[in-house]
């Protein structure tokens, strides 16, 4: 795992995830092989039937010469045709957009998981707060109970 855009998972209610490839130049892969990358800004925006991933930062690589890459340029994702098709048709639905949620290796290839999301509503960033305090009480809580029982 490279990076993960855990900022997303409490910002959207994720709909459907993809699992997609990147094209990137060689000093791109190794300032991503030293794990420096922030998805925090991404976004997938689809041009003319091809998908492309913007604001994606990818620190440029410290011994790259002259043909170092740009930080923050857009990278095209490789997915197919038909869900890109899927993608664009329900992105342009108001309120959704495809958003990163995960850039990593997959068999030596540079993969980044892709979703197609809706927006939060503040009340509904609070209710999954309020739940997952809840979820982590309840833990707690029986963990004490077995731990009691054990002795």
Excluded at 1 to 8: F, G, L, P, R, S
Excluded at 45 to 72: C, F, K, M
Aim: net charge positive.
């Amino acid at each position: 795992m490279i990076a993960q855009n855990k900022k997303a998972r409490h910002d959207y209610h994720i709909m459907d995830t993809y699992e997609c490839g990147l094209v990137l130049t060689g000093t791109e892969v190794k300032s991503l092989r030293q794990g420096r990358a922030s998805l925090v800004d991404g976004f997938v925006q689809i041009d003319a039937h091809e998908a492309w991933l913007h604001n994606v930062h990818v620190p440029e690589y410290s011994q790259g010469t002259w043909t170092n890459h740009t930080a923050r340029r857009k990278r095209k994702l490789l997915l197919h045709r038909a869900e890109i098709d899927k993608l664009e048709s329900k992105s342009q639905e108001t309120g959704h957009t495809i958003v990163p949620l995960a850039l990593y290796f997959k068999d030596g290839r540079a993969k980044v998981e892709i979703a197609l999301a809706r927006g939060k509503k503040e009340y509904d960033k609070r209710q999954t707060l309020r739940e997952k305090q809840d979820r982590r009480e309840t833990d707690r809580a029986v963990s004490a109970v077995r731990r009691r029982q054990r002795a």
